[in-house]
């Protein structure tokens, strides 16, 4: 099993960036793949960026260019590097883990992004 606890999240103006981290309870070397999702106000959950355990990333489109997704296993904590971040970007930001055949969630911290 494997909890999840993610930090970072705050009110920032347009253009500005953030990082976001997700601490895990256990090693991350052997899991498979960790990501971030987020959850826009009124709408579903979407795939932001996931990084496998041998550093392959996957982006969003909208996310393209702009988010930088990154794993510590010295740390056990996956990062998420926020820059250019527009209004659309305001979101419930949820890591995610993807252990053997379980996934597991942490409880989302809070992005706005807003002048």
């Known amino acids: 099993q494997v909890q999840l606890v993610e930090s970072g999240g705050a009110l920032v103006q347009p253009g500005g960036s953030l990082r976001l981290s997700c601490a895990a309870s256990?090693?991350?070397?052997?899991?498979?793949?960790m990501g971030w999702y987020r959850q826009p106000p009124g709408k579903e959950r979407e795939l932001v960026a996931t990084i496998t355990s041998g550093g392959t990333t996957n982006f969003a489109d909208s996310v393209n260019g702009r988010f930088t997704i990154s794993r510590d296993s010295a740390k056990n904590t996956l990062n998420l590097q926020m820059n250019s971040l527009k209004p659309e970007d305001t979101a419930v930001y949820y890591c995610n883990a993807i252990w053997g055949s379980l996934k597991y969630w942490g409880q989302g911290t809070q992005v706005t992004v807003s002048s």
């Open positions: 256990r090693s991350i070397s052997k899991i498979n793949s």
